[in-house]
């Protein structure tokens, strides 16, 4: 009896990643050597050993799948990156293409010739074709299509017409269509036939004549009812639905909610046109939150992390330029003050207090409530219940902490006026910071925004020139 | 014939919460007004209305799915979410108790006696009562473990043992077994006579007597091959598969890389003792991802946002008290140069300029890089790669914009060797920001902690203290 050998998949991604880049330090070394030695006679050992090492990397490489070659391509800086992208087989190309984030696919295509890009594209369905076209030099593309038959080639045109964050743009149309009048073992009969069934078929579309979508027929039901049923009797007649205009969004939250595998595109119509299908949900869940928590700290897109310095400043400009102009605004309060500092310079010690505490209460709320409206959990009508409860979250943080940075205040400089408005000041700013808090998204989304979208920079923007001008205002009214 | 009314699922869901929100408004006005009109000939007429809305807002529950109606739970507060629990069926309790977040469900079960809780969980899977047993009270779980069958609460046990970021914790027990050497005729007979099948049941797991895994036979071999072949030569022999005490992180990668819908879990002798499914594994994505963006603003862990005042405060104190520390850290650094403020007190309204922009620039940093390892994209060993990098952007961004605030600062103040500290100090607080970014969560990974873990405060602490000393040093050295 032969023992059965597991794939054994988790656990071992950090591994593999490591036994590649071990692999490619041995190659880059010996070819470092070999081009120190060139003309001498150990040039061709060593040449030899650099073969070995490439081809044994290659072994390595033909072992894994397309989607740990895609990781791997992610996790090596771009010259290694190309070095392993050439040693992977051409028929393999199109499926880690696919894998592969946006920023890194770009760099991909970038080294592929057309001949290349339109090998690895031929096999492609028409889903596929569509997630890459926008990518692809322009006249790939159109080679492409010319070598479609008429129907993928609308299906193609069809999902590039939509958005990227809508339903039509994800849909991919693998189904299996069956009619509602035959019997179960028909339909058993149909699929032997078929050879195979697409990825992720847990139902089966019963359409009419004219393609209309009249209910679903789970696997299961089918697997465990009576062969001489029909499909009418066995199948789901309200199945969830999905149109091609919606929010892949919401689609996304509803396969969460309702645990879907597939389910049915319609268009208005109620003509079948496509599927919806977990896998891309995966993604889309990982992609959104992660364009939040980058939104959230100012950055423009998902960074290839070892993309040019020249890249890395484009997504990261914008929102530095921003923070530049609130800080200089934050500094110009300051400079209204600069009498009062003259004075008294412990001000200028004990001003940042006042701002960072602000600042940091104030990103603990906003990152509640854009995580909560990302969730759907908080629409804006909450906002006034929400914005009492910060403010009660605030008034005892700042009368507790800021009480204790009084004393500290006192301590330090003996002036019990200045603790107290020291206290004072940081209650009002942390005040600030909750109004701020639930105001900023709230109003974001209203305006029909993203609320992530910089919430890190502007609710520091708030707090420091806020907290500032609290403090030294306060100061100089009762202090000076 | 009839027409199929479809089930339209998304984009609806913050309709069904503003017709509950509204219907509970309608409850509790009426209801106010029952109160102040008390022995009143109107209250009768009132009452009815009452309870008409009532009636109203329980049909409306009535049609709505589990998934749904635990997402309205999460978005109401408290009064308004334990009036709905209220009318919610008994029956539905169990599945919408399942559904919920943690910190809604502890809320909820508060609110229920022992024998409703008992009533709920009666018919729950294994792996369900592990899920909820920790939130119950303590001889709730033991009446509810004695009542299950030796198997069950062995199960129960079993899961419990695992850490909650363990497969074991995670895994159910729905599993259908078959053995190698029949046909795919005879599985087909044995499903029909199961009448249902688990969810999320794509494939059936191949054990022998011993309940070693052999294999597991796709429900899609099942349907497009000959019902002749045995399920031997038909079933796949190396699928991926789990251990109980591997990390779920990982498990969820896998089944995010290889589009798994379910996975078998095997015990270290090869035996076949649990199952992994999407559902979970999507849960799991999105709890995670949640935790990094609460981590990474200072917040302990999943607030509901309508919890109490006094719960919000104890999720935000620690953090806050970390940051009241680093602030009253960065206050003394500008103390010690109080002296040069006094004699410039432009330095004080330029100081959090140089502060602020590298807090915001070792936040980019700091969040990509988090995100990155998060994905597993970046293990502990490209950090000289990385930081060359980052260190590149610092140097081209603190010259660029250090430059551009040079020059602000000197049509300001009117003094060049001004200008030319606030570039310098910039310059090199970019630099330390880059630097800290990178080193923060790349030390944190190494000594095995979260590098998501208030990544933020620390970042920002460092950049203040750190700019604050740049600054006012180099000031302090060229300008007095």
Do not use: C
């Amino acid at each position: 009896m032969s023992e059965v050998e597991f794939k054994k998949a988790p656990d071992s991604l950090q591994d593999r990643l490591a036994q590649v880049v071990d692999l490619l330090h041995r190659h880059k070394l010996v070819e470092d050597l070999a081009h120190r030695q060139e003309g001498h006679q150990h040039a061709r050992v060593e040449n030899l050993v650099h073969r070995q090492n490439l081809a044994e990397l290659q072994r390595k490489l033909d072992e894994l799948h397309p989607a740990d070659i895609a990781h791997i391509l992610e996790a090596l800086p771009l010259g290694d990156r190309l070095t392993v992208w050439q040693l992977v087989k051409a028929e393999r190309d199109g499926d880690i293409l696919l894998e592969v984030s946006d920023a890194v696919r770009e760099s991909l295509i970038a080294d592929m010739d057309d001949h290349e890009i339109l090998a690895a594209t031929r096999d492609m369905d028409a889903d596929e074709l569509a997630d890459l076209a926008p990518e692809l030099p322009r006249d790939v593309v159109h080679e492409l299509m010319d070598s479609l038959d008429a129907q993928d080639r609308e299906r193609v045109r069809s999902a590039l017409s939509y958005e990227e964050d809508q339903v039509g743009a994800l849909m991919d149309f693998e189904m299996v269509t069956i009619r509602e009048d035959v019997s179960l073992e028909v339909v058993l009969r149909y699929l032997r036939r078929l050879k195979e069934l697409p990825g992720h078929t847990d139902k089966l579309f019963v359409v009419d004549y004219d393609g209309i979508l009249k209910g679903v027929l789970p696997v299961k039901r089918l697997l465990v009812n009576d062969p001489e049923k029909l499909v009418v009797e066995v199948m789901a007649s309200d199945p969830v639905i999905f149109h091609p205009d919606e929010d892949a969004h919401d689609a996304a939250q509803a396969f969460e909610r309702y645990d879907l595998i597939s389910a049915p595109v319609v268009d208005r119509t109620g003509k079948l046109t496509g599927r919806l299908t977990i896998d891309e949900m995966v993604d889309l869940i990982r992609e959104e939150s992660e364009t939040e928590v980058l939104n959230m700290a100012g950055l423009r897109e998902e960074e290839d992390i070892f993309a040019s310095v020249w890249k890395s400043l484009g997504n990261r400009w914008a929102w530095l330029a921003v923070n530049l102009i609130t800080a200089f605004v934050a500094s110009r309060v300051i400079g209204m003050f600069e009498g009062s500092i003259e004075k008294l310079v412990a001000l200028a010690a004990l001003m940042p207090i006042v701002a960072g505490i602000g600042g940091n209460s104030g990103n603990q709320t906003i990152t509640m409530i854009v995580r909560a409206m990302a969730l759907d959990q908080l629409g804006t009508s909450n906002t006034s219940r929400l914005l009492r409860k910060e403010l009660a979250v605030a008034l005892i943080n700042g009368l507790v902490w800021g009480g204790v940075i009084g004393v500290v205040a006192y301590l330090l400089y003996g002036s019990w006026s200045l603790g107290v408005v020291m206290t004072g000041a940081m209650t009002l700013n942390l005040l600030l910071a909750a109004l701020m808090g639930v105001l900023i998204p709230m109003t974001l989304a209203r305006v029909g925004r993203d609320p992530a979208m910089g919430a890190s920079v502007m609710i520091t923007a708030m707090t420091d020139s806020g907290g500032f001008f609290i403090f030294l205002g306060l100061a100089t009214l009762f202090l000076l």
